[in-house]
């Protein structure tokens, strides 16, 4: 036996679209043979068909900035978060603001933090949970992370407001929604920097510019998960409130979002992820906490020391990752009829005895209260001496590799990138669209990398499609191979899938840390952590495509006498394809943003740009650097979702 296909798998696309893809593909390497030939319009773009994009976003930004007056309605709002931000910070570090009382004692926030953990998961989360807080205090990080929780304290309720409230009108207008999707879908595709700019400039820096930018960058995904959820209450559920004489506001209130209940806490997950990430990075608009001193460290190469704030980062994004999937997933506890109202909230009043304890040691010895730098813990020390033992150790082969991969392979690549002449990158990407779905593809292929020609940045975009290609290309040639392996037995599976959720909830910092460690500052650096970040969604969808495929096709390939090996290329991997594509897309959107973040530490790319952008306050530049970034990714997108629909229509 030989072949192997399930009855559902579908042909290949037609023999046309391929053969079009075919002479597109000669035409584009024609040019690139004949580029001594070639008139320098066709090699890159002409200085006359370069359109001033940046002058055109500054000019309106101008506008909107000085002639509208919108700088005084920013600097209003401004103001609001400020005063919010006043208030978490007087509480949570003690900055003199209102209401004054001064800063909560970390014993009494590890507590808190344990019982709300222990609440919502039990045992296992209130040791992690607490545990955070009082690693934090322990190690004399705690007005750092103090500043870093009172951004996002305040940035998450704004963000699930604006997206609760957005996702229901989408929901409640078709109109709305067709509108919002695309906007959704390029916001969700630019770099984390391009929010940053526009928001220098009407807000300035510091942070309330820190929480603002939070803000907008967090909305999205209420958004789309609170239309999600609307979108998923049953019928049945809906008729039953309107026998019941529920008005339409009731319904809403009292049975579509309570039905919804489980998408929108999803949705309010990955705003706090969302958050954390953003407030870290913010550290480049001037926001104090974690990402402020991993920044600095990180450019001083104290390694010890950034070990020990990134330590921090990461279990406090463990934390907030599992205390808001733990409250997503809890279902409505019900009390015994009868029960008292100390029985009813047994918890509360464990909580409260537990402050009133941990207020009084707090009076009694300042230690339970803050805990002073020169008190605190440290394994920065040791850590230094450990790394430097396994850079000693692991030099020869780094060096090797450094030299190996610089030498031999990037700056070939790079070189290579940009020795092709826009003309063939451009006809070579319409016939990889066109053999993927045909004249649709080709011209989105076309529009996307058009207006990166357009922009007059086609040389540092190139150097950006390189990176990402190679990265995605190693951490395909990883993360399958890992999938697959992972995919065998439900206690692997459940095993690495674990391990993805952890990695996916690091700040994309944290990935710079061992990469610079064993790399120092260069482009090795880079791709090392662009592959790391793309690496895990490809092995988690790979685990999951796998997993899920349904039992009665494996037997019916079973029964038909199908090897392991057929098993795997026949019927398992075509079936778990399209989720495999997903897994794909994002480890292409995860690079590209990497791309952008790790530019800091090596690259000439388009991310080296925005971060000049950035300092310099150009909001043209920055958006259009953004929108370049944009339209790669939402080519791919296009690419990765269409290849799976054009298999099935065949």
Same mark, same amino acid.
């Given at each position: 036996?030989?072949?192997?296909?399930? @009855?559902?798998?579908?042909?290949?696309?037609?023999?046309?679209?391929?053969?079009?893809?075919?002479?597109?593909?000669?035409?584009?390497?024609?040019?690139?043979?004949?580029?001594?030939?070639?008139?320098?319009?066709? #090699?890159?773009?002409?200085?006359?068909?370069?359109?001033?994009?940046?002058?055109?976003?500054?000019?309106?930004?101008?506008?909107?900035?000085?002639?509208?007056?919108?700088?005084?309605?920013?600097?209003?709002?401004?103001?609001?978060?400020?005063?919010?931000?006043?208030?978490?910070?007087?509480?949570?570090?003690?900055?003199?603001?209102?209401?004054?009382?001064?800063?909560? @004692?970390?014993?009494?926030?590890?507590?808190?933090?344990?019982?709300?953990?222990?609440?919502?998961?039990?045992?296992?989360?209130?040791?992690?949970?607490?545990?955070?807080?009082?690693?934090?205090?322990? =190690?004399?990080?705690?007005?750092?992370?103090?500043?870093?929780?009172?951004?996002?304290?305040?940035?998450?309720?704004?963000?699930?407001?604006?997206?609760?409230?957005?996702?229901?009108?989408?929901?409640?207008?078709?109109?709305?929604?067709?509108?919002?999707?695309?906007?959704?879908?390029?916001?969700?595709?630019?770099?984390?920097?391009?929010?940053?700019?526009?928001?220098?400039?009407?807000?300035?820096?510091?942070?309330?510019?820190?929480?603002?930018?939070?803000? #907008?960058?967090?909305?999205? @995904?209420?958004?789309?998960?609170?239309?999600? /959820? %609307?979108?998923?209450?049953?019928?049945?559920?809906?008729?039953?409130?309107?026998?019941?004489?529920?008005?339409?506001?009731?319904?809403?209130?009292?049975?579509?979002?309570?039905?919804?209940?489980?998408?929108?806490?999803?949705?309010?997950?990955?705003?706090?992820?969302?958050?954390?990430?953003?407030?870290?990075?913010?550290?480049?608009?001037?926001?104090?906490?974690?990402?402020?001193?991993?920044?600095?460290?990180?450019?001083?190469?104290?390694?010890?020391?950034?070990?020990?704030? /990134?330590?921090?980062?990461?279990?406090?994004?463990?934390?907030?990752?599992?205390?808001?999937?733990?409250?997503?997933?809890?279902?409505?506890?019900?009390?015994?009829?009868?029960?008292?109202?100390?029985?009813?909230?047994?918890?509360?009043?464990?909580?409260?005895?537990?402050?009133?304890?941990?207020?009084?040691?707090?009076?009694?010895?300042?230690?339970?209260?803050?805990?002073?730098?020169?008190?605190?813990?440290?394994?920065?020390?040791?850590?230094?001496?450990?790394?430097?033992?396994?850079?000693?150790?692991?030099?020869?082969?780094?060096?090797? %590799?450094?030299?190996?991969?610089?030498?031999?392979?990037?700056?070939?690549?790079?070189?290579?990138?940009?020795?092709?002449?826009?003309?063939?990158?451009?006809?070579?990407?319409?016939?990889?669209?066109?053999?993927?779905?045909?004249?649709?593809?080709?011209?989105?292929?076309?529009?996307?990398?058009?207006?990166?020609?357009?922009?007059?940045?086609?040389?540092?975009?190139?150097?950006?499609?390189?990176?990402?290609?190679?990265?995605?290309?190693?951490?395909?040639?990883?993360?399958?191979?890992?999938?697959?392996?992972?995919?065998?037995?439900?206690?692997?599976?459940?095993?690495?899938?674990?391990?993805?959720?952890? %990695?996916?909830?690091?700040?994309?910092?944290?990935?710079?840390? @061992?990469?610079?460690?064993?790399?120092?500052?260069?482009?090795?650096?880079?791709?090392?952590?662009?592959?790391?970040?793309?690496?895990?969604?490809?092995?988690?969808?790979?685990?999951? /495509?796998?997993?899920?495929?349904?039992?009665?096709?494996?037997?019916?390939?079973?029964?038909?006498?199908?090897?392991?090996?057929? =098993?795997?290329?026949?019927?398992?991997?075509?079936?778990?394809?399209?989720?495999?594509?997903?897994?794909?897309?994002?480890?292409?959107?995860?690079?590209?943003?990497?791309? #952008?973040?790790?530019?800091?530490?090596?690259?000439?790319?388009? /991310?080296?740009?925005?971060?000049?952008?950035?300092?310099?306050?150009?909001?043209?530049?920055?958006?259009?650097?953004?929108?370049?970034?944009?339209?790669?990714?939402?080519?791919?997108?296009? %690419?990765?979702?269409?290849?799976?629909?054009?298999?099935?229509?065949?």
């Amino acid at each position: 036996m030989t072949d192997i296909a399930p @009855p559902h798998v579908a042909a290949r696309p037609g023999s046309s679209a391929g053969q079009v893809a075919l002479i597109l593909l000669a035409l584009a390497a024609a040019l690139a043979l004949a580029k001594p030939y070639l008139p320098a319009g066709l #090699i890159r773009p002409p200085e006359w068909a370069v359109v001033p994009f940046a002058a055109w976003f500054n000019a309106a930004f101008a506008f909107l900035r000085d002639d509208l007056g919108l700088i005084h309605v920013t600097r209003a709002i401004a103001d609001a978060v400020q005063w919010c931000l006043d208030v978490t910070a007087n509480l949570l570090y003690g900055k003199a603001r209102w209401p004054r009382l001064g800063a909560i @004692p970390w014993s009494v926030i590890a507590v808190s933090a344990g019982m709300a953990g222990y609440a919502l998961g039990g045992l296992r989360l209130a040791f992690l949970s607490g545990g955070t807080f009082v690693w934090i205090a322990l =190690m004399g990080q705690w007005q750092w992370a103090m500043e870093t929780l009172s951004v996002i304290v305040v940035a998450a309720p704004f963000s699930v407001l604006l997206g609760l409230v957005t996702g229901v009108a989408a929901w409640r207008w078709p109109g709305f929604e067709r509108v919002l999707n695309p906007v959704l879908n390029i916001a969700q595709s630019l770099p984390h920097f391009v929010y940053m700019i526009p928001v220098v400039v009407f807000i300035g820096v510091g942070p309330k510019a820190g929480a603002i930018v939070t803000i #907008i960058f967090s909305v999205p @995904p209420m958004v789309r998960m609170t239309l999600l /959820g %609307l979108k998923k209450v049953p019928d049945e559920v809906i008729e039953g409130g309107k026998m019941s004489g529920a008005s339409r506001w009731q319904l809403l209130t009292r049975v579509r979002l309570p039905t919804a209940r489980t998408e929108i806490l999803i949705g309010v997950n990955q705003v706090i992820m969302q958050s954390l990430a953003m407030v870290v990075l913010a550290s480049f608009i001037g926001m104090p906490g974690l990402g402020q001193k991993l920044l600095q460290l990180l450019q001083a190469l104290r390694i010890g020391l950034s070990i020990e704030i /990134g330590i921090t980062i990461v279990l406090l994004a463990v934390t907030l990752d599992r205390l808001s999937k733990a409250w997503a997933m809890r279902l409505p506890v019900h009390h015994q009829p009868g029960a008292s109202w100390a029985q009813r909230h047994r918890l509360l009043l464990i909580w409260a005895a537990l402050v009133l304890a941990c207020s009084a040691l707090s009076l009694l010895h300042p230690y339970f209260h803050i805990v002073p730098r020169s008190q605190a813990l440290s394994i920065a020390g040791p850590m230094d001496g450990l790394m430097n033992r396994v850079i000693e150790l692991v030099s020869p082969l780094t060096q090797f %590799l450094r030299w190996f991969l610089i030498t031999w392979v990037l700056i070939p690549l790079r070189d290579f990138a940009l020795w092709l002449p826009y003309a063939t990158v451009l006809i070579g990407l319409a016939a990889l669209g066109w053999a993927v779905n045909g004249r649709r593809a080709a011209l989105v292929c076309l529009a996307a990398f058009g207006l990166i020609a357009l922009t007059g940045w086609w040389d540092r975009a190139m150097i950006t499609a390189y990176t990402v290609s190679f990265s995605v290309l190693i951490a395909c040639l990883i993360g399958l191979p890992l999938g697959i392996w992972g995919s065998r037995n439900e206690r692997r599976a459940g095993a690495m899938l674990l391990i993805c959720d952890s %990695l996916q909830t690091f700040p994309s910092f944290i990935y710079l840390i @061992p990469v610079v460690m064993l790399f120092g500052v260069n482009d090795v650096a880079v791709i090392s952590a662009v592959v790391v970040v793309a690496t895990v969604p490809l092995v988690r969808y790979t685990i999951e /495509g796998l997993r899920g495929i349904a039992p009665e096709l494996v037997e019916a390939a079973e029964m038909s006498g199908a090897s392991r090996r057929q =098993m795997l290329w026949h019927v398992r991997l075509p079936l778990a394809l399209p989720t495999i594509l997903v897994g794909l897309n994002q480890s292409v959107m995860f690079a590209l943003f990497m791309v #952008i973040i790790a530019a800091f530490i090596g690259t000439q790319d388009l /991310g080296q740009e925005m971060q000049r952008a950035l300092s310099t306050a150009d909001v043209g530049k920055g958006l259009v650097l953004g929108s370049a970034v944009a339209a790669m990714g939402l080519m791919v997108d296009y %690419l990765v979702t269409s290849w799976p629909k054009r298999f099935q229509e065949n």
